[in-house]
């Protein structure tokens, strides 16, 4: 396992552009995402993203010529993570989008270190669930109702609320596997990632070939859902996951899980600049309320670090708690 611990920290000035891109690739991913549902199904949209990210992968192991070695059993757990991580989230979140804004998705998608918090506390009983973490999970689900504004039954999105939340769950599982199946599988981040989301991409290919044919113009250099699908792969998908990792060994995991924060932001003003999408004054209040969820169910909590699992768009592999 490729260390993520550093015993002393970089200058911000060397960490920080890399944070911003991070941010970036992962919060324009809810635009994409958008983009791709305009011609692909959601699971055509979510088998995209990865086979093109497996692509940029393989180039980047290849140039590096770090490739891994894995058994048949770590394959095995690196396949069951990558259905937690790279594989059900990459369906569930275009189908949410179909129903919610990307400003939306984005805002319940940074819940997703309430759920590791959850699963930590049920599936690892030697990490103790305190008390403060116990009040942050409750903090996180009030937040949670607020930020759907769920008090309003003709304006409130079951479906596309529910799909993204099942989501976020699922990368709390993943997180969770990850730091129970795969502490002993020594491989870079890289080849490991690309592991990972090439079985997911192999896993997840039947299902988007049955899940009915692109609508017209769907491969069309001149269509937007094509162009949406290839950024999910290249910047989503590899590109901003390499960048988290590199202010990881640079900076941190704290810091560098912060991304966790600022990808909802990049989103946002996404949302609202490019695709017409309007802010409900309730909708940051929530956030603001996940958030303090987030960081009461954090507290006292050991956080080893986690194997360089791929890293799903906003929620980062290592704990983001």
Same mark, same amino acid.
């Given at each position: 396992?490729t =260390?993520?611990?550093?015993?002393?920290?970089?200058?911000?000035?060397m960490?920080? *552009?890399?944070?911003?891109?991070? @941010?970036?690739?992962w919060?324009?991913?809810? $635009?994409?995402?958008?983009?791709? +549902?305009?011609?692909?199904?959601?699971?055509?949209? &979510?088998?995209?993203?990865?086979?093109?990210?497996?692509?940029? +992968?393989?180039?980047?192991?290849?140039?590096?010529?770090?490739?891994?070695?894995?058994?048949?059993?770590q394959?095995?757990?690196?396949?069951?993570? =990558?259905? @937690?991580?790279s594989g059900a *989230?990459?369906v569930?979140?275009p189908?949410?989008?179909q129903?919610?804004?990307?400003?939306?998705a984005?805002?319940l998608?940074?819940?997703?270190? $309430?759920?590791t918090?959850?699963?930590?506390? $049920?599936l690892?009983p030697?990490?103790?669930?305190?008390r403060?973490?116990l009040?942050?999970? +409750?903090?996180?689900?009030? &937040?949670?109702a607020?930020?759907?504004g769920?008090w309003?039954?003709?304006e409130?999105?079951?479906?596309?609320?529910?799909?993204?939340?099942?989501a976020?769950a699922?990368?709390?599982?993943?997180?969770?596997?990850?730091?129970?199946?795969?502490?002993?599988?020594?491989?870079g !981040?890289?080849?490991?990632?690309?592991t990972?989301?090439g079985?997911s991409a192999?896993?997840?290919?039947?299902? !988007?070939?049955?899940?009915?044919?692109?609508?017209?113009? !769907?491969?069309?250099?001149?269509?937007?859902a094509l162009? &949406?699908? $290839? @950024?999910?792969?290249v910047?989503?998908?590899?590109?901003?996951?390499?960048?988290f990792?590199k202010?990881?060994?640079?900076? =941190?995991?704290?810091?560098?899980?912060?991304?966790?924060f600022?990808?909802p932001?990049?989103a946002?003003v +996404?949302?609202?600049?490019?695709l &017409?999408e309007?802010l409900?004054?309730?909708?940051?209040?929530?956030?603001?309320?996940?958030?303090?969820?987030?960081?009461?169910a954090?507290r006292?909590r050991?956080?080893?670090?986690?194997?360089?699992?791929?890293? *799903?768009p906003? @929620?980062?592999?290592?704990?983001?708690?």
């Amino acid at each position: 396992m490729t =260390g993520a611990v550093v015993t002393h920290h970089a200058p911000m000035r060397m960490w920080l *552009p890399s944070l911003v891109v991070a @941010a970036l690739g992962w919060g324009s991913s809810f $635009l994409f995402i958008k983009m791709g +549902l305009e011609a692909f199904t959601p699971a055509q949209v &979510g088998f995209g993203r990865l086979l093109v990210g497996t692509v940029v +992968l393989v180039a980047m192991v290849a140039f590096s010529r770090r490739w891994p070695h894995f058994s048949g059993k770590q394959l095995g757990a690196i396949a069951v993570v =990558g259905v @937690a991580m790279s594989g059900a *989230p990459m369906v569930l979140i275009p189908m949410a989008e179909q129903d919610i804004t990307s400003i939306l998705a984005s805002l319940l998608n940074a819940s997703t270190p $309430l759920w590791t918090a959850l699963f930590v506390a $049920l599936l690892i009983p030697a990490e103790r669930t305190t008390r403060a973490q116990l009040i942050g999970l +409750l903090v996180g689900a009030v &937040g949670i109702a607020v930020l759907v504004g769920a008090w309003d039954v003709r304006e409130f999105s079951l479906r596309g609320t529910v799909l993204m939340l099942i989501a976020t769950a699922f990368y709390g599982i993943g997180g969770t596997l990850s730091r129970m199946l795969l502490t002993r599988v020594s491989a870079g !981040a890289a080849g490991l990632s690309m592991t990972q989301v090439g079985l997911s991409a192999v896993m997840l290919a039947p299902v !988007a070939v049955l899940s009915g044919a692109p609508g017209e113009g !769907a491969f069309s250099p001149t269509g937007s859902a094509l162009w &949406g699908v $290839l @950024a999910l792969g290249v910047i989503g998908t590899s590109f901003a996951y390499v960048m988290f990792w590199k202010v990881v060994k640079l900076a =941190g995991a704290t810091t560098a899980t912060s991304v966790t924060f600022l990808v909802p932001v990049v989103a946002t003003v +996404l949302g609202i600049t490019v695709l &017409g999408e309007s802010l409900q004054w309730y909708e940051p209040v929530g956030a603001l309320v996940v958030f303090a969820g987030v960081w009461l169910a954090g507290r006292s909590r050991p956080k080893p670090p986690l194997p360089p699992a791929a890293t *799903p768009p906003g @929620a980062p592999s290592v704990d983001v708690a």
